[in-house]
């Protein structure tokens, strides 16, 4: 089953107990957010017993479960509040640990022989701890990446203070069991763990003089780039185009005819075919003009 985040509401909670012609008979009505931790364990062994015994989709299935999650906010309360201060809205820590808590209450067994709340804490402060590592990085890079850099560190501590000195990429990798090659695309990904703005102000001066920016030393000036708008205001006006004009069009400029062959192919002198180009060409530069006047 899916796992999907129940938020308490103010309804109350069935609390199934006893065996009965229908499998279970309400012993009594008990609300799950108001069972104190204490007590929770115990009402927690018995709403896992008797989850066991009930149809996976059904109401009363749906009821007890619920129940239990419900019951064991408080392991999820609990295991936010050590991550307190990281920066993160507390919320968004409770509702990621609350994840783990389904996913903990969906997979225990009372076969186990082991307490709920020591089985499912893991799956809590595992889940809140992933939430962190997906969304701490400045850049985002494949988990495997992230994982790798953060065996790259281990590894990198540990020879240096083997070392007394910057390992290699090549005695990362061997300590490693990985390839060099993976070691450099570790530390290249490490690099998207931070980022800085565009605007960032560097030491130095300027290009004019001023305060330099981190965006005055990247980057190159691409005129291709220029040509994108020219692209596509121009389109809709070749659309407009005749297809003898397109056709002379084509021929001109793209198999690099000359005047002299387009008007053997048309049938026409070459200065009638040197008239056709310029006015063709005029209309095409009016029609972009007047669009960049419109803007």
Same mark, same amino acid.
């Given at each position: 089953?899916? *796992? ?8 109350? !909670?069935?609390? %199934? ?6 499998? @279970? ?11 104190? *931790? ?15 015994? &009930? ?26 509040? /050590?991550? /307190? ?11 990621? @640990? ?20 020591? %089985?499912? =804490?893991?799956?809590? !402060? @595992? ?5 962190? /590592? ?24 540990? =020879?240096?203070?083997? &070392? ?19 070691? !450099? ?18 030491? @130095?001066?300027? *290009?004019?003089?001023?305060?330099? !920016? &981190? ?20 389109? *809709? =006006? ?14 001109? %400029? ?42």
């Amino acid at each position: 089953m899916k *796992p999907a985040v129940t938020r308490p509401g103010t309804r109350r !909670v069935e609390y %199934f107990t006893g065996t009965g012609a229908d499998g @279970g008979s309400l012993a009594q009505a008990v609300d799950g957010r108001s069972v104190a *931790p204490r007590d929770a364990r115990e009402l927690s062994r018995q709403f896992f017993q008797r989850l066991a015994g &009930l149809e996976e989709g059904t109401h009363e299935y749906q009821y007890a479960r619920n129940t239990l999650i419900e019951m064991n906010m408080s392991l999820v309360r609990f295991a936010a509040g /050590r991550f /307190r201060g990281r920066g993160n809205d507390m919320e968004d820590i409770v509702q990621t @640990g609350m994840i783990g808590l389904i996913k903990a209450i969906d997979r225990f067994e009372l076969s186990r022989e082991v307490e709920f709340t020591s %089985f499912a =804490l893991p799956y809590i !402060v @595992g889940e809140i701890k992933r939430f962190f /590592r997906d969304t701490t990085w400045a850049v985002h890079v494949p988990r495997r990446l992230q994982e790798l850099r953060v065996e790259l560190a281990k590894a990198r501590e540990e =020879l240096s203070s083997r &070392l007394d000195r910057e390992p290699t990429a090549a005695e990362l990798a061997t300590l490693m069991n990985i390839s060099e090659s993976e070691v !450099v695309e570790g530390q290249i990904a490490a690099n998207g763990y931070h980022s800085s703005s565009l605007d960032a102000a560097l030491t @130095g001066d300027g *290009p004019e003089g001023g305060e330099a !920016v &981190l965006a005055d030393f990247i980057g190159v000036e691409e005129n291709g780039l220029r040509l994108v708008e020219d692209f596509h205001t121009l389109a *809709p =006006l070749m659309a407009e185009l005749s297809d003898r004009d397109r056709q002379i069009i084509h021929m001109r %400029f793209v198999e690099e005819a000359t005047q002299a062959e387009i008007g053997e192919r048309l049938g026409c002198s070459q200065m009638h075919v040197s008239r056709l180009i310029k006015r063709i060409l005029s209309k095409l530069r009016e029609g972009m003009l007047g669009d960049l006047d419109r803007v």
